[in-house]
């Protein structure tokens, strides 16, 4: 009978459910758990000098200064997720986040949907040319490209003035590409904050500025609409105190007028950079491995569990099989991504930590891959292995078992390996979302140090040391096995 | 004698094809019972319609006294009883000789696997293929892979076997050895049905010979009658084709 082959299914789809849920609740359960108030800031990481992480990968900067100096005056606990702007903004309002603070401009805009404290800093866009160019001014700039960065008033104020100046807009996620697309000539110009670019071009970011600051604009710390009045509150006061104290100052001196906290003098040669990184990029490297091992796993049992529904011989085990094949091989992984990061907690109310989602997402892609190849395989196998042994009296799942899917899995072992090649790669896509992974790890340290060529090559070439390895054990596995 | 097998009123279609109409068919212990008729005629689909690889459209197939084509008949069960022989072998490609013979009687409990390997080794001995005992199946000519078919449905002592188009997938030099296991079979008494084009075979071996076309059973009898006096004129087309070829 059909019986025990279909227990042992619905037995496995219960304790890969169950276990989501169990994760997720564990993670909420030790939030709730910590006796002081601890919050959960996001920031952006690639915004200097309000904040990016250091030659020892700590992150520092305006905004990260300012908020630990209050959070000690004030006694409460900070924990800073690095995700991007646009990510961060997302977190705050699906609740992921507590608040952010990010160089963000107050604007009526976003008075809709945040709450803003007492501004903590005055800002402005300027406009940034390559050094050699013969743009003088805004009014020179019609016809060609401007690069901005999504999110930024930067972006804002481009949008604003196009059509008054006639230029077209890039957009980028990364201020590092922004600059980059300035520097190789795509783009005529850029803007920028102000002290981001002043702080960029000490680095010895090969632009100059030609605008004054415009469209003044207070920089806040917000939260999300209607919620978190308490730390809002804390960091008004916190804020005044530490501005009385002359705390303040001292943090924004430190960045814009003095030498403290700037990467100065680190070696950005490609051996350098190797030697100065390394321990980050051996961490970011073995996160990526540790995401790519527990995604698999989900993503297997995931995988067999519809791919052997889409085998069975019912028409609504199969129809499951291939609207869930369909589904979720359909969506875009960066969009699954980010509509399980934000999205689940906006339905739910639970949050999700960003490691979760990446594992529940990557389970669902590649596990729908799999799904759709396990089904394939155990299709291919001829008909009548299934007819003589149900001749002889095997039962369905025995015949399952016994005689189908040890062929079958042997005809889908190329592509398993292929798919674990497949989800290595896929785990750089979960930078979005926050998780120190590899490409993570390298964005970070090119916002640091904007070396993106080189950082890049490193990164490069470790994927691909990875991947050669798996190949080889794939390679292995198939003459072993004689595939 | 008892009937084995009796067959009332059975219908079978695909969709709005018909493939058998109105059979009535039975089968006595210990007979051998050959199906004949052109391609098409709906031969493998009746003899399939016995262990309900095929299940029937409507009718009764009454299988040792149980009737197959209820649906709440455990037919793991009756198939237990029943042996099929395939026109493509179609044995287990993930398992060595014996353990295609070994692996039904040990997961139905049916033998402990010291005695399937006992049977195993006789069973093997009866094809005459005792050497191949720990081979893989695809270093097995079509013969020897039938022969072990054969062998490997035995092993569940069945009452039955039945055989669909056993020799068609064959190099013709291995046939007669495959039809020699298959005369053996029946001189010891097994109830045997067989779907054959061997009309060599049929003449030798079957106590009764049915002729079907189109979905029905046109004509049936004796070998001596079936040949040197058959009546339905589609039958002696059918027979002029064959013997002439």
Known sequence: MKKRFWKWALGSLIAIISFSCLSLMGNQNSVKAAGEPTYQIGTDVTFPPFEFANSQNKYVGIDIDILNAIAKDQGFKVNIKPTSFNGAIQATQSGQLDGMIAGMSITPQRKATFDFSKPYFESGVVTAVKPGSDIKSLNQLRGKKVAVKTGTEGAEYADKIKNKYGFKVTTFDQSNDMYQDVMTGNSAACFDDSPVMQYGIKQGLKLKIITKPAMSGPYGFAVDKGKNKVLLTKFNNGLAHIKKTGEYQKIVDKYLNGKGGTPMGEDNSFFGLIKQNKTVLFNGLMETLWLTIVSIFFATLFGLIFGLLGVLPNKFCQGVSTTVIYIFRGLPLLVLALFIYTGIPSLTGTKVPAFVAGVITLMFNEGAYIAAFTKGGIQSVDTGQMEAARSLGLPFGKAMRKIILPQGIRLIIPSFVNQLIITLKDTSILSVIGILELTQTGKIIIARNLQGFKVWTIVAIMYLIIITVLTWISNWIKRSYKL | ?245
């Not at chain 2, 109409?21 to 007979?31: A, R, S």
């Open chain 2, 1 to 245: 004698m008892s009937q084995l097998i009796k067959v009332s009123h059975l219908y079978k279609n695909y969709g709005k094809h018909h493939i058998l109409k109105d059979i009535d068919f039975h089968v006595n212990n210990n007979e051998v019972v050959v199906i004949i008729g052109p391609s098409g005629a709906g031969k493998s689909t009746l003899l399939r319609a016995l262990n309900r690889l095929d299940a029937p459209t409507s009718g009764s197939v009454i299988i040792n006294g149980l009737d197959i084509a209820k649906k709440d008949v455990n037919i793991n069960k009756v198939r237990e009883n029943v042996g099929m022989v395939f026109q493509h072998f179609n044995l287990f490609n993930n398992l060595t000789v014996a353990q295609n013979i070994m692996l039904a009687p040990v997961e139905l409990k049916k033998q402990t696997k010291k005695e399937a390997e006992a049977n195993a080794h006789r069973l093997l001995k009866l094809v005459g293929l005792d050497d191949k005992f720990n081979y893989k199946i695809p270093q097995l000519s079509g013969g020897q892979q039938q022969r072990i078919a054969i062998a490997r449905a035995l092993a569940m002592n069945p009452k039955l076997m039945l055989f669909d188009e056993p020799t068609s997938a064959l190099d013709p030099e291995m046939v007669a050895d495959v039809l020699d296991v298959m005369k053996k079979l029946a001189k010891e008494g097994m109830t045997m049905v067989v779907v054959t084009h061997e009309m060599g075979f049929a003449k030798e071996v079957a106590d009764r010979i049915v002729f079907v076309d189109d979905g029905k059973i046109l004509e049936e009898g004796t070998p001596d009658h079936m040949f040197n006096h058959p009546t339905n004129p589609r039958l002696k087309t059918f027979l002029n084709k064959v013997l002439q070829a």
